[in-house]
T-cell receptor
Framework: DTGVSQDPRHKITKRGQNVTFRCDPISEHNRLYWYRQTLGQGPEFLTYFQNEAQLEKSRLLSDRFSAERPKGSFSTLEIQRTEQGDSAMYLC??????????????FGSGTRLTVV | AQKVTQAQTEISVVEKEDVTLDCVYETRDTTYYLFWYKQPPSGELVFLIRRNSFDEQNEISGRYSWNFQKSTSSFNFTITASQVVDSAVYFC?????????????FGKGITLSVRP
């Protein structure tokens, strides 16, 4: 297992365009999380999935953002009509929920989005 | 609401010096988990330690040690005999309620520079 993979590593887009990021979690992990990290700040929680069910969404996740995890495997995060304020590192993490004991909360390398 | 405060923003030391990174947290949960992550320039968050609220024993792992004190709501991290490879941003994080697999609340991070 090579850990949590995110694609692409970098994305530059023009304001108003739509972008989609992909996250492939560690294969046996049933939970998948998205975070956003802006320059000089710690990561902020956006949303998470337990298998294919999206169980929680942050207020940071405006209606321009949508996340999916079809079949409980990989996940996609789409941002529609991007704005310059969306420029950030988008981090994905996965873990194995086994009675709340919290195994292996692992982060990917992130996708750095720049909106010009 | 949960909150993590890392009052130090930047620390610079000379190689072989000891350095302590401070973390203060706020939570109303009786069961919670504390984490430290390292973020090197490559951007990936590297897991260092997880500690649950019922275990106040200090932990040592090689040159790293952690001091958890519930009485002061602190979870400090000490690097002994620092090395240049320790240069990175270090984040303290907190999860609660849903267990160690719930969303993490991060501090703003401490940038550690170790000079040769």
């Amino acid at each position: 297992d090579t850990g949590v993979s995110q694609d692409p590593r970098h994305k530059i887009t023009k304001r108003g365009q739509n972008v989609t990021f992909r996250c492939d979690p560690i294969s046996e992990h049933n939970r998948l999380y998205w975070y956003r990290q802006t320059l000089g700040q710690g990561p902020e929680f956006l949303t998470y999935f337990q298998n294919e069910a999206q169980l929680e969404k942050s207020r940071l996740l405006s209606d321009r953002f949508s996340a999916e995890r079809p079949k409980g495997s990989f996940s996609t995060l789409e941002i529609q009509r991007t704005e310059q304020g969306d420029s950030a590192m988008y981090l994905c993490a996965s873990s194995l929920d086994a009675g709340g004991l919290g195994y292996g909360y692992t982060f990917g390398s992130g996708t750095r989005l720049t909106v010009v | 609401a949960q909150k993590v405060t890392q009052a130090q923003t930047e620390i610079s030391v000379v190689e072989k010096e000891d350095v302590t990174l401070d973390c203060v947290y706020e939570t109303r949960d009786t069961t919670y988990y504390l984490f430290w992550y390292k973020q090197p320039p490559s951007g990936e968050l590297v897991f260092l330690i997880r500690r649950n609220s019922f275990d106040e024993q200090n932990e040592i792992s090689g040159r790293y040690s952690w001091n958890f004190q519930k009485s002061t709501s602190s979870f400090n991290f000490t690097i002994t005999a620092s090395q240049v490879v320790d240069s990175a941003v270090y984040f303290c994080a907190l999860s609660g309620g849903g267990g160690a697999n719930s969303k993490l609340t991060f501090g703003k991070g401490i940038t550690l520079s170790v000079r040769p």
